[in-house]
DNA sequence: ATTTATTGTGTAATTTACACACATTATAAA
DNA sequence: TTTATAATGTGTGTAAATTACACAATAAAT
């Protein structure tokens, strides 16, 4: 285990109030963790087993060590939770209120990450893991319940500036699963064809050359997102139907 | 001083790693002042006098105490460097890397504040504090330059999408005013009739019914921010200019 | 062959963004 | 008093993006 060295009050000028360890703070990650079934959007949630919020649902979250970038403890959680390693991820916003855990202080770093659920079967050890539906949940442990709403706005507002939602689906995937994806997290309904012009306009979808298999109708060709395209263009990601 | 409960091992269930005073990291707050000046925007700096970066500017931050709400800590800072209350505040990113801090394990909120300069002096004992061109800034202490940058562009984002940059103005401003804060924020001309189109037709700007004094052409009229009429809306600020 | 459900393509109307022109009004100088 | 100057204040036309809506094509089921 690396040595981390403790903040002292002589190498801390410029921080005013004086370094103790009465100054360090428990801080913790919680995972957010998106996923995409069922034309529904997901969460994968725990059940809590603290004694205040027994039975209730509660994000996946583990204290920051010491010696651990924020970031990095994020990805370990991820991956002790799911097995997954390359996912998406990103810092969403930091809770820091006194009062938020009832064993005493403890400032969380909220993450969202964005899992194709597909590639993902849930171990079954963790029965107390649950894909939890995205717009129906009640009864969350802490206040999970204030960083998961907060998280949602974010995703909501980022699938629109960014082309987050591509990591949700399959590599490969139909107009039609790209649109029930953002009608999910966006939670209204577009129009089929100013949809598949804006998204053609933007120039980041292949044809893969296959077609939907399994369908009770005229099947949809399949798309994969070309991230290299996306990257070199820098093109600004249009706003999705406001 | 209140007294905050520590977390203990049985309580902390549902956080796989065990909870021990190791496990405690010291948390600050870096405070990123904004303020409008000559028409340049400008940032509050202080010399730093950490013996590693002896002279380089760095952040306005402090530590957060144990018994301190996150945001409780960023108001308190605010109120120690400007003696200001009730002013605007935002948390924009947790910065968390092992080795950002020369002394030790530190991880740092930052919040973006927006202050109006006319309403604050700065006290004559702070002469280590500068209002610093946001433009051109070298050698910041720290990973300050990165917090900087980020915050920065959180600032060129947000004003785009909501309506902050009047926390940057006096009570009363011209409309030249107001596009010379938006040009300095963004760092880009716009054009001066479309500018005007446009904030009229949100319908937040009230006419005060006084003109722009010591000016040497024609008088601008005076305008104040309709907070109250911007709430009832609900309007979706516009973007401006891209 | 016919029905059904969904994909794939197009077009016109509306709204918004952008580029640009000109009259108005105060100060300052001749 | 007149004129020059440097802004403010108010348009107008064109291009681009958004929105609403219509119809043909295709595979599966009957």
Redo the contacts between chains.
Sequence with gaps: MPQ?????IK???????E?Q????????VDCVIFGFDENKLKVLL?R????KFIGMW?LL???????????SAAYRILK?RTGLKDIFLE?V??????GR???????T?AYCSLINIQNHRLRILDNELHWHDANSICDM?FDHQVIFNSCYKWLQKRVQEHPLGFNLLPNKFSLRELQNLYEAILNKKLDRRNFRKKFFAMDFLVDVGEDEQNVPHRPGKLYKFNFEKYEKKKK?WPGID?
Tied chains: 1, 2.
């Excluded at 190498?11 to 109030?17: E, P």
């Excluded at 809590?48 to 004694?51: A, G, H, I, Q, Y």
């Excluded at 916003?93 to 006194?98: I, K, L, M, Q, V």
């Design positions: 981390i060295k403790q903040p002292s190498t801390l000028k410029g921080l005013q109030t370094v360890s009465i100054n360090r703070i428990a801080l913790s725990i809590s087993d603290v004694k509660s979250g583990d204290l920051v060590k010491p010696e651990e970038d924020l970031d002790q810092q916003h930091t809770f820091g209120e006194t855990h009832p064993a005493g202080r403890v400032v770093v442990a600004k406001f």
